[in-house]
Structure formats: C-alpha cells, structure tokens
Nanobody
Framework: QVQLAESGGGLVQAGGSLRLSCVVS????????MGWFRQNPGKEREFVAA????????YYGDSVKGRFTISRDNAKNTAYLQMNSLKPDDSAVYYC???????????????WGQGTQVTVSS
C-alpha cells in the first residue's frame, strides 16, 4: 500500500553535489517522519539524516553534518537529500524510510524504498 521510490543517484566527482528524492505514495505523507540511510557492501547500514513530519526539525549523522541537508515538500509527497562536498566514502546505496516519528528506531522499523546508488569518484 505505502510505497517509497528513491531517485537521483548517480556518479559524481569528489567535491561535487547530488540531490536525492524520495516520493511516497499510498499513505498520508504529512503523517510520516522521514529518514535517509546508506549502506555499502560488507558494511553495516548507516544513519544519514531525519526530518520531522512538519519539516521543522532535522537530525544528521556525524559524518555528514555540514555537508548534507534533508528537506521535504509535503505538497509533493517528497523528501529530499541535498548532498554537497561529496567524498568517496559517501559512496553507497541510499535508502529512504517513513515512520510515525523521526526517531531512528521508528524509521528503522518503518516503510523503506528500494534504494538508489551514489558513487563518488576520486
């Protein structure tokens, strides 16, 4: 019923920028906190960013603070992740999630998208 679809991934050079999108359908978008996670092969999943239902509160993982910005447009049922000053270590499959709150534990147990690949070259 509730479906999330990520897009916007691709190949960029170190120092470049990329914006990811996550479109939510089949549910009431404004009732969900939204989050972004990433994962590399052989590495555990890492929390990237989260945003509250209204967009008034955001939270970031330490490794992306000051470089990434999470936002949302409730009129478009879409969450975004603006990624600046990209590093090779940012390369991963990026996933978005939706849950009843923006808390990490809630997002981990919520709805998930299929992921979009981000590759940052040196």
């Amino acid at each position: 019923q509730v479906q999330l679809a990520e897009s916007g991934g691709g190949l960029v050079q170190a120092g470049g920028s990329l914006r990811l999108s996550c479109v939510v359908s089949g549910g009431t978008f404004s009732s969900y906190g939204m989050g972004w996670f990433r994962q590399n092969p052989g590495k555990e999943r890492e929390f990237v960013a989260a945003i509250s239902k209204s967009g008034s509160t955001t939270y970031y993982g330490d490794s992306v603070k000051g470089r990434f910005t999470i936002s949302r447009d409730n009129a478009k049922n879409t969450a975004y992740l603006q990624m600046n000053s990209l590093k090779p270590d940012d390369s991963a499959v990026y996933y978005c999630s939706a849950a009843g709150s923006m808390l990490l534990r809630a997002l981990e147990a919520g709805y998930w998208g299929q992921g979009t690949q981000v590759t940052v070259s040196s």
